[in-house]
T-cell receptor, first 115, second 110 residues
Framework: EPEVTQTPSHQVTQMGQEVILRCVPI?????FYWYRQILGQKVEFLVS????????KSEIFDDQFSVERPDGSNFTLKIRSTKLEDSAMYFC?????????????FGPGTRLTVL | GIQVEQSPPDLILQEGANSTLRCNFS?????LQWFHQNPWGQLINLFY???GTKQNGRLSATTVATERYSLLYISSSQTTDSGVYFC????????????FGTGTRLQVFP
């Protein structure tokens, strides 16, 4: 069964550094998402992406964050200057455009630790 | 916006027991998904179930959309079922933004 993959599984970085989290969505999917989960809290929506542009973003997704689909397979989340409070689990998800459009398939996550 | 509440918040079971987890939502939905977050933090898709009943092995789910709740049944629980179970629904009919519930933490002991 096709699945969403994410790399790395764990990233440790120093405050102020840039990080790029990578995702490979399911190949025929067209809608892409990032969510995050701070330790012990709920999973929160960050951004949705379709047709090479952001379709929706949350108030968390400020100017420090950006997303990109650099080629036909990868979907990335960049944090320009990490803060301690960016430490969280980041999940990528994708969905297709058929009748089950809203089924979002989640990747295993990248645990980001900012020191 | 829509509110999603899950109960119970915590559940402790012995291996072999059955359990029912509940997800209540405050508004009509056109989508509902159940997830299992394992002890390593990975989110695993369990069900896409906007209405009706589905079964997958020892797990089954039922959503009664008109009454705004969904149930996840786990039968003959195993230690590998431990983790946190989340339901999630779209914020509204015209958005893909999923709102996650508060979660049920399940611990299964041998």
């Amino acid at each position: 069964e096709p699945e969403v993959t994410q790399t790395p599984s764990h990233q440790v970085t120093q405050m102020g550094q840039e990080v790029i989290l990578r995702c490979v969505p399911i190949s025929n999917h067209l809608y892409f998402y990032w969510y995050r989960q701070i330790l012990g809290q709920k999973v929160e929506f960050l951004v949705s992406f379709y047709n090479n542009e952001i379709s929706e973003k949350s108030e968390i997704f400020d100017d420090q964050f950006s997303v990109e689909r650099p080629d036909g397979s990868n979907f990335t989340l960049k944090i320009r200057s990490t803060k301690l409070e960016d430490s969280a689990m980041y999940f990528c998800a994708s969905s297709d455009e058929t009748g089950v459009r809203f089924t979002q398939y989640f990747g295993p996550g990248t645990r980001l630790t900012v020191l | 916006g829509i509110q999603v509440e899950q109960s119970p918040p915590d559940l402790i079971l012995q291996e072999g027991a059955n359990s029912t987890l509940r997800c209540n939502f405050s508004d009509s939905v056109n989508n509902l998904q159940w997830f299992h977050q394992n002890p390593w933090g990975q989110l695993i898709n369990l069900f896409y179930i906007p209405s009706g009943t589905k079964q997958n092995g020892r797990l089954s789910a039922t959503t009664v959309a008109t009454e705004r709740y969904s149930l996840l049944y786990i039968s003959s629980s195993q230690t590998t079922d431990s983790g946190v179970y989340f339901c999630a629904v779209p914020l509204s009919y015209n958005t893909d933004k999923l709102i996650f519930g508060t979660g049920t933490r399940l611990q299964v002991f041998p």
